[in-house]
C-alpha cells in the first residue's frame, strides 16, 4: 500500500502545473550556476597550474552545484510539500483514507515517499549536469558520490519536515508558511551557531556540509535518520488523533 499510495502523489503532483513549473526553473537556475562555475573554473586555470594540488572540477563546480541545489530544496519542498495531507483534511477525505485498509503507517510513508522520490528526480537532474563534466576531465566520484548521499538524505529530511506541517492543519497555505519558517530557521540556525560548538550539531546544513566534504561517517547519517523517524512519527501521532477524534 505504500508504494501505491507514493504512486497516487507522484500521479497528483505530476498532473499539477507547479511540478512541471517547479522542474523547468530549478533547472534553468541550476544550469546557470552550473555554467558559470564552469566558466570560474576555465578562467582560474592558469593560476591552477602553478599550486602544487590544485583543487579539481569535483571540488570547485560539482560540490557548489549540490550546495546551491540544497539551498534551493530548502525553499520548494515546503510548497510541494504543503497540500499532502492539509489539503486531504480541507476537502474532508481524510476520513476516507482512515476507513480504507490502510495502516497509518502507510499513510505517512507513502505520502512521504512520494514526495521524496519527486525531490530525487531534481537531484538527478543536477547529477546529469555533474556527469557531463567526464566528458571534459576525470571527476573525483568519492566527493561525488558523497555529495550524492548528502543531498539526498537532507531532502528526505526536508519531506518529512513538510509532511508533518501539512499534517497540522487544514490549509495547505499555512502549512507552506509554517514549513518555510522552520526550513529558513534551519539555515539561520547554520549561520548563527557556527561558533556554538553542540548547537551547530544541529543543524541540518552542517551535517550536509560535512558529508559534501567527503566526510560520510555514521554520526551524520544516523543525524538525518533521527531527523526522518522524528517528524515522520509526530506526523504519524497528528493523523491518529485525528482519527480518534473523527
Known amino acids: ?105 502507510d499513510i505517512v510513508l507513502g505520502k512521504f515517499f512520494g514526495l521524496w522520490i519527486f525531490l530525487c528526480l531534481i537531484v538527478i537532474l543536477a547529477t546529469l549536469m555533474a556527469f557531463s563534466l567526464r566528458m571534459g576531465g576525470q571527476l573525483d566520484m568519492g566527493l561525488l558520490l558523497a555529495n550524492q548521499a548528502g543531498i539526498v538524505l537532507l531532502a528526505a529530511c526536508l519531506a518529512a519536515l513538510g509532511l508533518y506541517f501539512s499534517a497540522l492543519t487544514a490549509h495547505p497555505a499555512v502549512a507552506a508558511i509554517s514549513s518555510i519558517g522552520a526550513s529558513l530557521g534551519l539555515w539561520l540556525l547554520d549561520i548563527v551557531t557556527k561558533d556554538l560548538g553542540l548547537w551547530h550539531a544541529l543543524s541540518l546544513l552542517w551535517h550536509f556540509e560535512r558529508i559534501s566534504r567527503g566526510f560520510l561517517n555514521s554520526a551524520d547519517i544516523a543525524y538525518f535518520l533521527l531527523f526522518i523517524l522524528t517528524f515522520l512519527t509526530l506526523a504519524a501521532r497528528r493523523l491518529d488523533q485525528d482519527r480518534v477524534c473523527g
Open 1 to 105: 500500500m505504500i508504494a501505491t499510495i507514493a504512486a497516487k502523489e507522484l500521479k497528483q503532483l505530476f498532473g499539477s502545473p507547479l511540478a512541471w513549473i517547479t522542474l523547468g526553473v530549478l533547472q534553468g537556475i541550476l544550469a546557470w550556476l552550473f555554467l558559470n562555475q564552469v566558466d570560474a573554473f576555465l578562467g582560474l586555470q592558469a593560476q591552477l597550474s602553478l599550486l602544487v594540488n590544485p583543487p579539481g572540477v569535483t571540488e570547485m563546480v560539482v560540490a557548489p552545484l549540490y550546495w546551491a541545489t540544497a539551498l534551493l530544496l530548502l525553499a520548494i519542498t515546503p510548497i510541494l510539500a504543503m497540500r499532502l495531507i492539509a489539503e486531504e483534511r480541507r476537502n474532508h477525505t481524510l476520513p476516507l483514507l482512515f476507513s480504507a485498509p490502510v495502516s497509518l503507517r
